[in-house]
């Protein structure tokens, strides 16, 4: 449970975060609060130190820069826009350039103006990335370089000492370089994670043996398919296959023989399909093709071709031939009923070609 400080922290940290962000911009949006927050804490602490010293030109650009940094945190919760994070980082970012611009302008309080700036990469790098983020640094970099070293103070209304002004911009560069070599990891980090999960987010769809998509990866597609066909008011079909005897195969060619029947019989059904159509292994030799905008005709034809191309040709294995044959039920995939509904229909019809002597299609 948490306690009522914590729960206004993490109100004022997800502040414009909805349910309908997902995880990466709900990250965003929580850093640009938290940015936010920092930045309108510090500059309206500072501008108050600001006015109690008489530096009331200063106080008045802090106090300015921490409304602003506030706008950016509740424009968050007030414009309702999937990008409004985007907005709010700009806004923390552009202000916060300027502030650091005018410190290094003016000195800030007792000259140490600049020795704000260090906070410029880690905030431009998060938001921005290495390209952007770089880019503006650079910038930035240029731009107060000139007002440090341009001769007779002339972008400046106050006075560094030359060695004050180089350690400052070396350090900055020393920091800007660190900053961007972590950001660099960071990225590399995220793209090799992302990979990854994308990797075993593929395994966990595909059939080891066969390289089709099992049965997890076919329900997307027939979800797509059914939404689709929802939309459209056209209707899809599904034949669910089975071999006939695979028992037999399996006694006959030991297991091994069994799996290369598997993967030729994948092949030979893929041959035979056209580009748009779905086919998964759904069982151990059950598998379901889902063929898009189809009417039940044209599927019969189809499934009729496949059960034929089955039956007429046998798979080479080790100088011997395995020859299979398929029953076939077919179903519609009716928008008006469930994709489950059409799955048990094609059960079903599968279960009836199968008592009719099998090497069928119902
Ligand atoms: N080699 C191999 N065999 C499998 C695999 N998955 C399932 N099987 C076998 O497939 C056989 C299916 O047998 P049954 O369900 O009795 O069906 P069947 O012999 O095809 O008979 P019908 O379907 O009634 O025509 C079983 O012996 C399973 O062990 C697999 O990945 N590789």
């Known amino acids: 449970m948490l306690n009522w400080p914590q729960k206004a922290a993490v109100a004022l940290l997800e502040y414009g975060v ?33 006015f109690v010293n008489n530096n009331h030109a200063l106080g008045i650009s802090l106090f300015i820069a921490g409304c602003i940094f506030a706008f950016a945190h509740f424009l968050n919760g007030f414009v309702k826009h999937e990008n409004s994070y985007k907005w709010s980082a700009n806004i923390v970012q552009t202000c916060l350039i300027v502030l650091m611009l005018y410190l290094v302008y003016s000195g800030g309080k007792s000259n140490t103006g600049p020795l704000w700036i260090y906070i410029v990469p880690p905030v431009v790098f998060f938001f921005g990335g290495l390209k952007l983020g770089g880019t503006y640094l650079f910038l930035f970099l240029t731009v107060v370089g000139m007002m440090l070293f341009y ?47 994308d990797k075993f987010e593929k395994q966990a769809m595909t059939d080891p043996l066969t390289k089709a998509p099992n049965r997890r990866g076919m329900k997307e597609h027939l979800l797509h398919e059914y939404a689709r066909s929802k939309r459209s008011g056209r209707n899809a079909c599904i034949l669910l296959c089975d071999i006939d005897y695979f028992k037999e ?33 759904w069982g151990g030799e059950e598998f379901l093709i889902l ?59 599968l279960y009836k070609a199968k008592e009719a002597g099998r090497n069928k299609v119902l």
């Open 18 to 50: 909805h349910d309908s962000h997902n995880a990466t911009n709900r990250q965003r949006i929580v850093v640009a609060n938290f940015f936010s927050i920092i930045g309108y804490s510090i500059t309206f602490l500072m501008s108050i130190s600001a």
């Open 151 to 197: 001769p007779a103070d002339s972008f400046l209304a106050t006075s560094y000492t030359f060695d004050f002004a180089s350690r400052i911009l070396f350090s900055f560069l020393t920091v800007s370089l660190l900053f961007g070599f972590y950001e660099y990891s960071r990225q590399l980090a995220i793209r090799h994670t992302q990979q990854l999960s």
């Open 249 to 281: 195969i399996n006694d006959k060619f030991g297991h091994d023989g069994g799996d290369h029947a598997l993967v030729e019989l994948t092949k030979l059904l893929k041959m035979n399909l056209r580009e748009q159509d779905k086919l998964a292994r």
């Open 291 to 349: 063929l898009p905008e189809t009417a039940q005709k044209q599927a019969y034809a189809l499934a009729e071709r496949l059960r034929a191309a089955i039956d007429n040709s046998p798979v080479s294995y080790n100088t011997k031939q395995i020859h299979m044959s398929m029953s076939v039920g077919l179903a519609i995939l009716d928008p008006e009923q469930s994709v489950d509904n059409a799955i048990n229909e094609a059960d079903k019809k």
